[in-house]
């Protein structure tokens, strides 16, 4: 298995745009998360997803944020309309149950 | 969210052993204990994870105290690769449970 794939791998973009991030988890997954680390907040949880159905999105910081898993294969992190503060390093990670979650390479957000 | 607690930061010689502790004493009695760690510009990447008993694994060993509540994950020789943050989490067994990360120890290996 190619591992957990994150889509861009960098993106820069205008305030004011929509921004979507994408995850593809590892197959025969059934948990997936996403997370976003910055060096003031350090990795947080978003949201995460047990068999396409989002679970806990406690940790999305505003409605401008939205999670979406149409089907066990893919996922997407979309925000409208990004802003500055939006620019961080975004993990997507997928486990089977309760063993070990692997990571995607991430995505460099970045808001100018 | 049962907690934990590591120092901040530790230093290590290369070649020498490192115990990397991690602090759990509101850990429950279905709560696995897991380690991660992150290079430098890399996700997370798992280590190792135990219930009650010592673990081996290829990357390091995991020693859990008797009460469950500390751990001590061990690199028996540390290299320049080993320098990364680590992080200790608890995941309960059975059921959806997420993964939160807390603040980890930063390691550090001097040449």
């Known amino acids: ?112 | 969210d049962a907690k934990t607690t590591q120092p901040n930061s530790m230093e290590s010689n290369e070649e020498e052993p490192v115990h990397l502790p991690c602090n759990h004493s509101t850990i429950s009695g279905t709560d696995y204990i897991h380690w991660y760690r992150q290079l430098p510009s890399q996700g997370p990447e798992y280590v190792i994870h135990g219930l009650t008993s010592n673990v081996n694994n290829r990357m390091a060993s995991l020693a859990i105290a008797e009460d469950r509540k500390s751990s001590t994950l061990i690199l028996h020789r540390a290299t320049l690769r080993d320098a990364a943050v680590y992080y200790c989490i608890l995941r309960e067994a059975g059921g959806y449970q997420k993964v939160t990360f807390g603040t980890g120890t930063k390691l550090q290996v001097i040449p």
């Not at chain 1, 190619?2 to 995850?23: D, N, Y």
């Not at chain 1, 401008?64 to 996922?75: C, E, G, L």
């Open chain 1, 1 to 112: 298995d190619a591992g957990v794939i994150q889509s861009p791998r960098h993106e820069v973009t205008e305030m004011g745009q929509e921004v979507t991030l994408r995850c593809k988890p590892i197959s025969g997954h059934n948990s997936l998360f996403w997370y976003r680390q910055t060096m003031m907040r350090g990795l947080e949880l978003l949201i995460y997803f047990n068999n396409n159905v989002p679970i806990d999105d406690s940790g999305m910081p505003e409605d401008r944020f939205s999670a979406k898993m149409p089907n066990a294969s893919f996922s997407t992190l979309k925000i409208q309309p990004s802003e500055p503060r939006d620019s961080a390093v975004y993990f997507c990670a997928s486990s089977l149950l309760t063993e070990s979650a692997f990571f995607g390479q991430g995505t460099r957000l970045t808001v100018v």
